[in-house]
């Protein structure tokens, strides 16, 4: 007779090993990846009122999405482009 797991308390997926080369390499792509987004964030600065205007964003929006959490920063600035560009649409 088959029995399942929920009965003999064993998870039913095995636990992955730890493997601290693949744990390091994943926090090295991590911080990278802060880096690069860092640096975008940088280069937005430098750019003038009516380059970022272009863009469809201010330079409040890119301090704004320099000061949230870096999961969120990415989607902050596409979704202030997208409110700009609905609104630019409607004035037209």
């Known amino acids: 007779m088959a029995y399942s797991s929920a009965y003999d308390g064993r998870p039913d997926v095995a636990a992955r090993p730890f493997d ?7 926090w090295i792509a991590r ?4 880096r690069a987004q860092r640096a975008a964030f940088s280069t937005l600065l ?10 469809g964003i201010t330079r409040a929006g890119v301090l704004e999405s320099l000061r949230r959490p870096r999961h969120e920063a990415g989607r902050t600035l596409p979704r202030r482009r997208a409110e700009s560009s609905r609104a630019w649409l409607t004035r037209s």
């Open 20 to 26: 601290p080369l693949r744990t390091f390499a994943a």
């Open 31 to 34: 911080a990278r990846a802060r």
């Open 46 to 55: 430098e750019c003038d009122a009516a380059t970022l205007n272009d863009l």
